[in-house]
């Protein structure tokens, strides 16, 4: 390979980092919110957010599904040849 090829991959891993570590935050942000919701709820006074809550799980979800496949291109540009 050559010293471009390098700093090409090095380059694209390091956007890769930052998609990770934006996608992290997003992820606490949302698994945070949802563990209020949880909180605030209140079943005996009729106070229930479940569909705020499934959309903020499902949200999690989607975003660590993401963050697998953000992890797993990193790993493989990084991987030796």
């Known amino acids: 390979m050559t010293e471009?090829?390098?700093?090409?991959?090095?380059?694209?891993a390091a956007e890769l980092a930052a998609e990770l570590a934006a996608?992290?935050?997003?992820?606490?942000?949302?698994?945070?919110?949802?563990?209020?919701?949880l909180a605030a709820e209140d079943h005996k006074a009729g106070v229930t957010f479940a569909q705020e809550i499934f959309a903020a799980k499902q949200q999690k979800l989607m975003l660590?599904?993401?963050?697998?496949?953000?992890r797993r291109r990193r790993n493989r540009l990084l991987m030796p040849q």
């Open 64 to 70: 660590e599904t993401e963050m697998e496949i953000a």
């Open 4 to 12: 471009q090829d390098d700093a090409a991959i090095e380059r694209q």
């Open 23 to 37: 996608l992290t935050e997003q992820r606490d942000a949302v698994e945070a919110k949802a563990r209020e919701l």
